[in-house]
């Protein structure tokens, strides 16, 4: 034995001998700080993503839940579109009114899926994915614009009070309630591809606060996220007084995640080969280059905030290599800090199940196609 361990062996025997606690160096070593929300992981749940029920992509069955569950994951986020549970005549634009009229027999399908999951003992995140007056996304006709009229902005309010109302017995570790799907400032709501930026901040906060306070009113335990500003890309850092959590994203650099997608590139043929690492104009972009990406909602867990990636994965052109390297770098660098992630999605393009990649061979799962490497590689951060 060398002379530092006999040292080291006769100090833990004279220590224990006067029943005090044993240390470790690790006992002096600096603790990364704690994140305020859980380590949420799991996916996106489509099912009332769009917003005409007629072009419902599936009712998740409940074997997928379980599925989720026995696999070790925790959450589902469940972005949800408000057309979807609203009455209106849908051979025209909605109307202002319209946007109240809610359909008891939709809310039944949205109590029923979260019922589903928590008995599978998921956590369900809520999300206005479309709320009244915008959507990231294009393809529906809004009556009015979230940042710019009252009436839209009481709407949103309105939606929010009636699903605090219908969850209000629901606890923390059952639901959450996920305030707005990546907002941003378009020019224009109808333009898929029109200039988006940032909402200027106290408008974002002043969303954030009237969410929080009807919420809240119904339950005061009710757990209340926000996405970040600017498409969910940045900090909110006018809210600290709030207890509220946040959402980041993890589609950095857009050319691995989002590789080919239509609805981003409006010309996907003109796109050059991607890798990872990757270089851009110059700059590499690595794993290095994601911490840095990461730095601000690092930050943000380090000051005493809560932090979760509700959406990340890439789409099913990027080759299946390429995105396995960049999302192993990503969970590493997200995981290091206790933040947790949801893919976009379960079921369907950046999913682990029925995705249509071509360059993938498929586990036959119960007559469902299993990306079993995307699988394994989700696990090994569960």
């Given amino acids: 034995m060398h002379r530092r361990e006999m040292l080291k062996k006769a ?5 224990s001998a006067t029943g005090l606690p044993l240390l470790d160096a690790d006992d002096f070593a600096p603790k990364k700080p704690t994140n305020k929300l859980p380590r949420w992981k799991g996916f996106n749940i489509l099912d009332f993503f769009n917003p005409d029920p007629r072009n419902k992509r599936q009712n998740t069955p409940e074997e997928y839940l ?6 070790g994951f925790d959450f589902i986020r469940v972005p949800m579109a408000y057309p979807y549970y609203v009455d209106f005549d849908r051979t025209r634009p909605i109307t202002k009114e319209e946007v109240y009229r809610i359909n008891v027999d939709r809310v039944h399908e949205v109590v029923e899926l979260v019922e589903k999951a928590n008995r599978c003992g998921l956590h369900v995140s809520l999300n206005l994915h479309r709320a009244p007056g915008f959507c990231v996304n294009a393809g529906f006709e809004e009556p009015y614009n979230l940042w710019e009229d009252p009436e839209a902005l009481e709407a949103f309010t309105f939606h929010w009070a009636y699903w605090a109302k219908v969850f209000r017995h629901k606890t923390q570790d059952q639901i959450s309630f996920d305030l707005l799907n990546e907002p941003c ?8 591809f029109s200039k988006r930026s940032a909402v200027p901040k106290e408008l974002y906060r002043s969303l954030i606060v009237k969410g929080f306070d009807v919420i809240r009113m119904v339950n005061p335990k ?16 006018n809210i600290p007084e ?12 857009g050319l691995v995640s989002h590789y080919k997608a239509p609805w981003v590139c409006p010309r996907p043929q003109d796109l050059p080969a991607v890798s990872w690492p990757n270089v851009d104009n110059g700059k590499l972009q690595d794993k290095a280059w994601l911490r840095e990406q990461f730095a601000p909602w690092i930050a943000l867990v380090e000051q005493g905030g809560g932090v979760h990636c509700g959406e990340c994965g890439a789409w099913r052109e990027t080759p ?5 390297t960049w999302m192993d770098d990503m969970f590493s660098v997200l995981t290091e800090y206790g933040i947790g992630f949801a893919l976009w999605e379960f079921d369907g393009d950046f999913g682990i199940l029925n995705s249509s990649r071509k360059d993938v061979q498929y586990e036959d799962w119960y007559g469902q196609k299993l990306d079993r490497r995307m699988l394994a590689l989700l696990e090994k951060y569960i």
């Avoid at 009710?222 to 850092?237: K, S």
């Avoid at 299946?320 to 396995?324: E, G, I, M, N, T």
């Fill in 11 to 15: 100090s833990a025997l004279a220590l």
């Fill in 66 to 71: 379980r599925w989720i569950a026995d696999w």
């Fill in 320 to 324: 299946h290599d390429v995105a396995l």
């Fill in 242 to 253: 709030l207890d509220v959590g946040q959402s980041c994203r993890g589609y950095a650099p």
């Fill in 222 to 237: 009710h757990r209340i996220i926000a996405d970040g500003n600017n498409i969910g890309n940045d900090v909110i850092d």
């Fill in 185 to 192: 400032w378009r020019a224009d709501m109808n333009d898929q």
